[in-house]
């Protein structure tokens, strides 16, 4: 059975821990302290997960992400809303310790639907998750979002509830094992990512400019 290939961001304000996410999934390494991701970052990495087939029996799937990260700061959103189309799944990511980082949430949300509800590509999943758990359970920083708030934004939009999550702490193996329950997740909505029509017409008309001597390119992040 062939693997089904996902297209996934990482999305949230500056500072939630996206970076850190991001590279403990693929290092395994945890830093305090990152610098500021400038524009996108992107890794492609493999995860497995138990999805319900159409008859409605569990069976494990292997999925291939694409996973971009992306910048938070204000400045650099004119950029990463390009990589939303095409997307099926975004990680909206929130620090539990700021009430600012999980007052724009539903921000995030309509630059999203602004960004790729016109597009004939735009089936996609969004995953709520609230980030570093560790620093109210170690009692280093107080929380300021509680979990049942969470939830009922993600009633109201329709979002996937992704859990309260500690970067710092889980480790590579139990992440990727996450990811891969938010895959599934994605799965059981969407389905197997087909490609829309827009895109299809670009790659007929590619084919007919090779005919004639050409070649056309299709540009996508």
Do not use: H
């Amino acid at each position: 059975m062939s693997k089904i290939n996902y297209k996934i961001i990482l999305i949230g304000n500056s500072g939630v821990g996206k970076t850190s996410i991001f590279r403990k999934l693929f290092t395994g390494e945890f830093t305090e302290k990152n610098i500021s991701t400038i524009g996108v970052e992107k890794k492609t990495i493999d995860v497995d997960g138990i999805v319900k087939n159409k008859d409605g029996k569990e069976e494990t799937r292997s999925f291939s992400i694409s996973l971009f990260d992306t910048a938070g700061q204000e400045k650099f959103r004119a950029i990463t809303l390009n990589y939303y189309k095409g997307a099926d799944g975004i990680l909206l990511i929130y620090d539990i310790c700021s009430k600012d980082s999980f007052d724009t949430v539903e921000e995030w949300i309509n630059s999203i639907k602004e960004a790729i509800d016109s597009s004939e590509e735009s089936r996609y999943v969004i995953i709520l998750i609230g980030n570093k758990l560790d620093l109210v359970e170690d009692g280093e920083k107080e929380r300021e979002v509680q979990e049942e708030d969470a939830i009922k934004i993600c009633e109201k939009n329709n979002l996937i509830w992704g859990g309260e999550r500690s970067t710092k702490t889980i480790d590579k193996l139990e992440l990727r094992k996450i990811f891969g329950e938010y895959m599934a997740e994605i799965f059981n909505r969407i389905g197997e990512k087909k490609v829309g029509t827009q895109v299809a017409k670009k790659i007929s008309q590619q084919k007919k400019k090779k005919g004639k001597g050409c070649f056309g390119f299709l540009s996508a992040p």
